[in-house]
């Protein structure tokens, strides 16, 4: 992500015009409306190629929806729900004017409340029905235009009350087989069906099999390295090596290792292995030293001027709009508003490419565009050209700030219509959930690249690029092919308390 004042301004002025941003979708490329409950995505008229939206983006009680240009943006993109209900911004449904169910009833924005004239049947032959009146979605007087009115109507088959969606959503995957014993946490995302394409930490194994190398550290006497490993399967980082190797010098960290056996290693920028990195150097490993399951570990102890990267679109790392997932533990007593403390999909080029080419978990004290509550850190995702901290550039009543000595943080997004970002302390407790709803306007479908940052933005860190200002605290973190169910995100937090993080 950029953090130049000038390209901020520049930034912010193409969010305000909102249609230079905008991606379209067109008429012809969708497929019959099979929205399953839990999937959000536009719903666009087969007869006018627009969609159904709510007019001005309105928020009100009693406004009528009507057809529009399709923008994929916020009030345009309807979650169907387990109850039948058709959600827009995650608490407004589609709604049956004051129950009524004879032709011609308008249909309106309202808060949702369960009832019969908020439950719609979405049909395999392209007719969204209401449960109570048995009457159509229809386009008022076979109307095509912007602005054509929403109503119920008799079921007759005309293309007016036919309804189409983009690809359907993939939904998020359910745990299909238990974990093993002594799981970490990429056995359980596998178990999920997501599994883990990089797994990096200083701290402890992310698989319950894991007996190799976390990180490498570099010694300032004599230049030579030493690799850091577990003290056994599964377990824990061999501190000891570290106190032994570095006693009387300094050591810096040159590599955190991949356990996913993908080779997605993330060496600072600046090393030979990233060439061209003129603005990083190797954090100090000896920063901080923390318990984890009761023996000493050290954390990835980032300041400004640090930060690591891998070009891993070639190895797994999912690119355009394939959905992904990850998680990192982090703290919310050592952070900053720089640009940029991140953790995720980054660009292969190191430039600010495009709203999109950037999918990954920030977690600063930085709030782009306002409306984050408090004064941080907050768990945010970067998309590129922004920091969100729910679907737009507004105000998001679920955020809050973590400022826990360990914070979880994750971050999923299914590259078509859908992110959800969460946190938690990682010493005890449940995710909350921050947002999980439609991405931001622009943002579809998704641009990803397929590298992996950590601790600056995504056009760090070559000749010309972005600053490297960020400070935070890096101690374990995984991406994951495809969109994880909630029940799977829960069980790495579970896991992650049980590590026992002091």
């Known amino acids: 992500m950029v953090i130049s004042n000038r390209r901020r301004s520049h930034y912010r002025r193409l969010f305000a015009v909102g249609a230079a941003l905008v991606i379209a979708l067109a008429a012809g490329t969708a497929v019959a409306a099979t929205i399953q409950p839990g999937q959000s995505a536009p719903i666009m008229g087969v007869q006018s190629g627009r969609c159904l939206a709510v007019p001005n983006s309105s928020t009100s009680n009693g406004t009528q929806a009507q057809l529009w240009d399709c923008t994929g943006a916020a009030n345009q993109t309807w979650t169907y729900t387990s109850s039948k209900q058709l959600m827009v911004y995650g608490n407004k449904c589609l709604d049956a004017n004051a129950q009524g169910t004879a032709n011609g009833t308008r249909v ?52 007016n009350q036919q309804w189409n969606s983009p690809t359907p959503t993939p939904t998020a995957t359910t745990p299909t087989t238990p974990p093993p014993a002594g799981a970490g946490p990429c056995d359980i995302y596998a178990s999920g ?51 032994s190797f570095c006693t009387g010098t300094t050591c810096v960290i040159t590599v955190v290792y991949d356990q996913s056996g993908r080779g997605n290693d993330l060496w600072y920028q600046g090393s030979s292995v990233v060439p061209g990195s003129t603005q990083s150097r190797p954090a100090i490993a000896t920063s901080e030293s923390l318990t984890i399951g009761g023996n000493k570990a050290y954390s990835l102890y980032i300041n400004p001027g640090n930060s690591y990267w891998r070009d891993g679109h070639l190895t797994g790392v999912p690119t355009g709009s394939a959905p992904e997932g990850m998680y990192m533990v982090t ?18 080029t190191r430039s600010a490419d495009a709203a999109g080419a950037m999918d990954a978990i920030n977690f600063s004290t930085q709030c782009w565009f306002g409306g984050c509550s408090g004064t941080g850190p907050w768990v945010q995702a970067d998309l590129e050209w922004g920091l969100f901290p729910g679907g737009s550039q507004s105000w998001n009543p679920n955020q809050r700030a973590f400022t826990s000595k360990f914070v979880t943080a994750t971050l999923k997004n299914n590259g078509i219509s859908r992110f959800a970002i969460k946190g938690s302390n990682a010493q005890s407790g449940n995710l909350y959930t921050l947002w999980d709803g439609s991405l931001p306007p622009g943002y579809s479908p998704m641009k990803k690249q397929g590298a992996i940052i950590l601790g600056s933005g995504g056009d760090c860190c070559k000749p010309g690029g972005g600053a490297n200002l960020s400070a935070g605290t890096f101690y374990e973190g995984a991406m994951v092919a495809g969109y994880p169910s909630d029940a799977t995100e829960n069980a790495v937090q579970a896991n992650v308390v049980a590590a026992g993080y002091r």
């Open 331 to 348: 703290s919310g007593t050592h952070v900053n508003n720089g640009c940029c403390f991140d953790y995720g999909n980054s660009e292969t």
């Open 108 to 159: 309106i924005i309202w808060d949702c409340n369960g009832q019969a004239n908020q439950q719609w049947n979405v049909n395999s032959s392209g007719t969204i029905t209401g449960v109570q009146s048995g009457r159509c979605l229809d386009a008022n007087g076979q109307g095509m235009a912007n602005g054509t009115n929403i109503i119920l109507w008799d079921c007759h088959g005309q293309p």
């Open 193 to 243: 069906g997501t599994p883990c394409v990089a797994a990096h930490s200083t701290v402890r194994a992310l698989y319950g099999s894991y007996n190799g190398n976390l990180y490498q550290v570099r010694r300032s006497s004599d230049n030579t390295t030493r690799d850091i490993a577990v003290l056994s399967a599964g377990g824990t980082a061999n501190a000891a090596t570290q106190d």
